[in-house]
Each structure stands twice: as structure tokens, then as C-alpha cells.
């Protein structure tokens, strides 16, 4: 079975290339394609990779990722996220191709006090968050075939992202203030590609929009605890307000994902953002020796 990865050299794509030569992906022939090899945005490109091959699947992890940016680089974020989206909705519509596509918590203005479900209205209260979720509409409009997973807080040993960023400051600093306001939970990212392989090989037909994230709730000042207390770092870490921190970008103060059609659907034991951690600090530990 032949799977399209675009965005491949960013944190997922790189994962699914760390589990690609695995026992459990070995009957799956993934095809690999950066951003240099296959801009999503070019649909000439688009249409000639998707409708020459013969691809059972495409798993989009190419985006425009920057929140911050983002707020400054409009026009950008939105021919990456929601142009790009439409482009590989349209040609996996016309190669029978079933897409895969990744998208966020901050679809959410975070104003509710209960985990979000898939129907609850998405209002983002940044640009990101608004191109993301114009690309799954652009997915919806333009393919039935499409699994939408919505997740929070990636990290892993590969490319960018909050627990790198700890280890470098925790490397380098002896005191650090991180918010304790906004709240959701951290998903390593082999957890979510892991189940990303599990939909591809079950040939499920329940398309649709789903959540996923690691089980449990924390703040950025929980999981920097964490980050620092499992990797034996001695740190003064003191726990700010996002007002204190200001960004270009506004965030969603609370951003948990109701992951119970996903587990429902899936039969899915998702494990607790902690055990993830440690998974995930070992990997980094055997890369950076
Ligand atoms: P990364 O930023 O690490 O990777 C994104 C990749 O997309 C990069 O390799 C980038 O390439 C590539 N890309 C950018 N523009 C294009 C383009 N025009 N054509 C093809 N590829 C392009 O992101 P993650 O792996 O962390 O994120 C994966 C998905 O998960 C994204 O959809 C993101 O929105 C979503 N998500 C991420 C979260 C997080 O915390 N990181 C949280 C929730 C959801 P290059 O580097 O060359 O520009």
C-alpha cells in the first residue's frame, strides 16, 4: 500500500520516517516529500505526484506552523494552510486517494471548561488558528475521503518544539518563568503516527474529523516541571501569567480535547502525557549522547 508523506523533514514527518522501516509499517511503502520536493501550495505539482502514482493514502503534515509568525505572515500561513489543504483535497479526490490531515486545538478560543468534542464551535482567536481551520473546511468541501485529527502541544526528539526548547534553556539558565494560564495537554508525536498507522491499517471508512492528544491535562508550567524533574535538571522555574509573557499571538487559555469518538471508533488506549514524556526524553537522550 503506497503512502504520500508531505512535509516530511518537519517534527511528524520525521517521525513517520523513524517508524517507517518498523516491523508494525512493513507491508506500507511510504513516499517521502519535503517542502522542496513537493510544495503544497503548487497545484501542478500537487496534481502530477497524486494522479501519477498510485497512492492509497496521502498524510499531509505540511503546514505553516508558526503561530506567531503567523499573526505578521497572513498571506503565507494561508496559501500553506488553507490553500495547500484544498490543492491535496482536490487531486486525492480525483486519484481515489484518502487523505490524512492534521490539524489543532487552536481551532478553539479556549472560553469552555470541559474538554472539546469535534462539534463544538470552532472560533480560533489567532491566525493560525483561523488557516487551519479554513483548510479543514477546504478538506470537507472537496473530499470525502478524509480523516481530520485534531491535536495539541506536539513534541518529540525531532525538529521543534517546547520539550527541545526546555532542555536547551534548562541547559543554559538557572531560573525560568513559564505560564500556568493556559491549559491543555502535551501529545508526543510517535503516539499520534502511531495511531495515524492504525486508521490506515484497520481500512477504516469512518472518515470525518476526530481529536487526539496524549491522556491528561497541564499547563506549560506542568509540563516544563515535568520536562525538568524526569530529566534531572535543577532549575528555578517559576510560574507566570500569559500577561506576563506577551506574544504576537493570542492563545486559547484552555485547549483539552475530548478524545472519546477517536478511542470509541478506533478501540484506542491513548497513554498518560507523562509516560509519553519519559518515552519521548529517552529517545532524545539516545540521539544527543
Ligand atoms: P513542523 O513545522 O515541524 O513541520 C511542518 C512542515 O511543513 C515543515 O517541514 C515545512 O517545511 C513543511 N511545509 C511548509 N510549507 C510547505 C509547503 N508549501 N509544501 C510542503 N511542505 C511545507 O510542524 P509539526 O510537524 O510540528 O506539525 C505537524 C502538523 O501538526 C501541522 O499540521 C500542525 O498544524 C499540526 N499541529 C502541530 C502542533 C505543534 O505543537 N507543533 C500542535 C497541534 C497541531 P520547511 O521546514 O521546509 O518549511
Not at 12 to 31: R, Y
Not at 94 to 104: G, K, P
Not at 125 to 149: P, Q
Not at 151 to 164: A, I, R
Amino acid at each position: 500500500m503506497k503512502i504520500l508523506v508531505t512535509g516530511a523533514s518537519g517534527q511528524l514527518g520525521s517521525t513517520f520516517k523513524s517508524i517507517a522501516a518498523q516491523e508494525q509499517a512493513k507491508d506500507l511503502d511510504f513516499v517521502f516529500k519535503s517542502s522542496k520536493e513537493l510544495d503544497i501550495t503548487d497545484f501542478a505539482a500537487v496534481h502530477e505526484e497524486l494522479t501519477g502514482s498510485d497512492y492509497a493514502y496521502c498524510i499531509n503534515c505540511a503546514a505553516f506552523t508558526n503561530v506567531d509568525k503567523a499573526e505578521a505572515e497572513n498571506e503565507l500561513a494561508y496559501r500553506i494552510n488553507v490553500t495547500g489543504a484544498r490543492n491535496l483535497a482536490v487531486n486525492c479526490n480525483e486519484s481515489s486517494t484518502v487523505l490524512i490531515h492534521i490539524s489543532t486545538d487552536f481551532v478553539f478560543d479556549g472560553f469552555l471548561n470541559t474538554p472539546y468534542l469535534e462539534e463544538d464551535i470552532a472560533r480560533p482567536i489567532g491566525f493560525y488558528g483561523d488557516t487551519k481551520y479554513k483548510g479543514e473546511r477546504a478538506i470537507i468541501n472537496n473530499l470525502e475521503e478524509h480523516f481530520i485529527i485534531r491535536t495539541s502541544w506536539l513534541y518529540s526528539e525531532f525538529g521543534h518544539n517546547f520539550m527541545k526548547t526546555m532542555l536547551k534553556l534548562g541547559a543554559e539558565r538557572d531560573e525560568l518563568s513559564v505560564v500556568y494560564d493556559q491549559v491543555g495537554t502535551p501529545t508526543y508525536a510517535l503516539d499520534l503516527a502511531h495511531v495515524v498507522l492504525h486508521i490506515i491499517k484497520a481500512h477504516s471508512i469512518d472518515y470525518g474529523v476526530y481529536h487526539y492528544s496524549n491522556e491528561g491535562v497541564a499547563s506549560w508550567y506542568d509540563f516544563a516541571k515535568e520536562i525538568f524533574q524526569q530529566y534531572n535538571i535543577d532549575i528555578n522555574l517559576k510560574p507566570i501569567r500569559s500577561e506576563e509573557y506577551p506574544t504576537p499571538a493570542e492563545r486559547p487559555k484552555f485547549s483539552v480535547l475530548d478524545k472519546s469518538k477517536i478511542k470509541n471508533t478506533f478501540g484506542l488506549q491513548i497513554p498518560y502525557w507523562k509516560d509519553s514524556l519519559s518515552v519521548a526524553l529517552k529517545a532524545y537522550s539516545k540521539i544527543n549522547i
